[in-house]
DNA sequence: CGCACTCTAAAACGAACGTTCTATTCAGAT
DNA sequence: ATCTGAATAGAACGTTCGTTTTAGAGTGCG
């Protein structure tokens, strides 16, 4: 028998943030669009984050960090050449955006350039996801044979590439960028062999 | 003798919107943040911008799409090689945001994000400044005597690449980003001699 | 001077914002 | 059955939002 996984209103409130922060950023998604999106009300929404927006918005980034690193990994997971693995990633990037109607991009850019250097708590909540995407692709890239310091590097510029294809993506409704960033980084991985 | 250029007023609301927008985005904007920090009242941005907020913005955007324009050229003017002009790039941005201490990053991408899909005019803009960024990098290369479509995707990725890194910069309040992009998309380049 | 026009000033609008508050529902423990 | 504490519901607070409106300077021209 398949049973539909209950989900409380706690989480509810939590995964609604994440969906309208991803599209519309921090200080155009209202609580009261939230409480709406999340079939909750407002006296639940400041029950479980007595912090109100800022906190909930922190909540929603770390969802939106394991999200996209679950995403990441299960792409990193589908091949063992981290290269090939990589335009996987791209590939799955952009019929996610494809199939969003190019509305979901990544689920904290823009709340974290909006709040980068004015609401610490929410950057320091983007910096930790931004470094455990690099971790992933470290560590794919360690597994492969390369070199501490050479993974290091190209972990950064895979994230990077991976973030700015995506919003050039989004903005210009096409998949190319992340198309042709996946042959790109391929590339540049395999002239470390 | 040196006359500092009086700017009129019309000018002082968009370089403010731009400014603000850059540094957080469009929602958290608001109209009399922007009067206050171009020194001018409401009324003078109605008489201007008769089309309220957004005609604001799509100007703010134009703005600093040629303001960045702008720094594109110069550092790409700046050596005949272009893997060494794009290094010179990712220098040049990797000052300007730690000088800004962190705060100025790219003037347009917060908006675009946050607008994608959901203010057509503002995307359109956005989607303009980005073709015409990539425009500068295809013409560099095509100068260099790479191909057409080799120096078009390169263009694609090279942008991409920038943005990614120029944001992964200012969310970590590093130049490590940057400056490791710079490198990887010079041994790119170079490796379609 | 008087007229026309551009620009600035400041007050005021309803709507929406984040937040607080009080009341109520509803299990489970005693 | 009674108490307790978590969870929900919804009204209301003071602010701020984008926008509109009305009035007042400043300037050039006949």
New binding site residues.
């Given amino acids: 028998m398949v049973t539909t996984h209950e989900v409380?209103?706690?989480e509810r409130i939590v995964r609604a943030t994440s969906r309208l922060m991803q599209r519309q950023g921090y200080?155009a998604?209202?609580?009261?669009?939230i409480s709406r999106e999340a079939?909750?009300?407002?006296?639940?929404?400041?029950?479980?984050f007595?912090?109100?927006?800022?906190e909930?918005a922190v909540e929603a980034i770390r969802y939106g960090d394991t999200e996209f690193a679950d995403l990441l990994r299960a792409a990193l997971d589908r091949t063992d050449d981290p290269a090939e693995a990589i335009i996987a990633c791209t590939r799955e990037l952009a019929t996610g955006l494809r199939e969003s109607d190019w509305l979901d991009g990544c689920p904290i850019t823009t709340a974290a350039l909006e709040s980068a250097g004015r609401v610490p708590d929410i950057q320091r909540a983007a910096e930790d996801a931004f470094e455990n995407w690099r971790g992933l692709v470290r560590d794919k890239l360690r597994r492969s044979g390369f070199a501490e310091d050479v993974a290091h590097d190209l972990a950064h510029t895979v994230i990077s590439t991976l973030e700015g294809a995506e919003m050039s993506a989004q903005v210009s409704q096409s998949e190319a960028p992340l198309e042709i960033a996946g042959r790109h980084l391929a590339r540049l991985i395999d002239s470390y062999r």
Same sequence: chains 1, 2.
């Fill in positions: 409380g209103t706690r200080a998604t209202g609580l009261k669009d079939e909750a009300t407002l006296g639940s929404v400041y029950h479980f007595r912090g109100g927006k800022r909930l």
